[in-house]
């Protein structure tokens, strides 16, 4: 099993900066990609942005040119810098791990971290 604590949220004023972090634990060793997932009020949840464990990212079109994950696999933690931040970026972030030691994978999910972009 895996266990996920991410940190890092907050308010910020539109235009300005957060960095989000999620550290793992547990059976580390069977997590292979890794993300971020956002849900705004009354809305699903949408992927944000994931990295392999090879460090390729990808990110969803909303995002891209202003976030960046990244992960440190030394530390199991995931990072994603988020920049240039709008009102409609503010939703709670969810850490994804996907843990491949199962068959079939399956996906561990964080407590979810808030936020907020004020106008």
């Known amino acids: 099993q895996v266990q996920l604590a991410e940190s890092g949220g907050g308010l910020v004023q539109a235009g300005g900066s957060l960095r989000l972090s999620c550290a793992a634990s547990?059976?580390?060793?069977?997590?292979?990609?890794m993300g971020w997932y956002r849900q705004a009020p009354g809305k699903e949840r949408e992927l944000v942005a994931t990295?392999?464990?090879?460090?390729?990212?990808n990110y969803s079109r909303s995002v891209k040119g202003r976030f960046t994950i990244s992960r440190d696999n030394a530390k199991n933690t995931v990072y994603l810098q988020m920049n240039s931040l709008q009102p409609e970026d503010t939703a709670v972030y969810y850490c994804?791990?996907?843990?491949?030691?199962?068959?079939?994978?399956?996906?561990?999910w964080g407590q979810g971290t808030q936020v907020t972009v004020s106008s």
């Open positions: 547990g059976d580390t060793d069977c997590i292979s990609d």
């Open positions: 990295i392999t464990n090879g460090d390729r990212p």
């Open positions: 994804n791990a996907e843990y491949v030691c199962y068959v079939p994978a399956y996906d561990y």
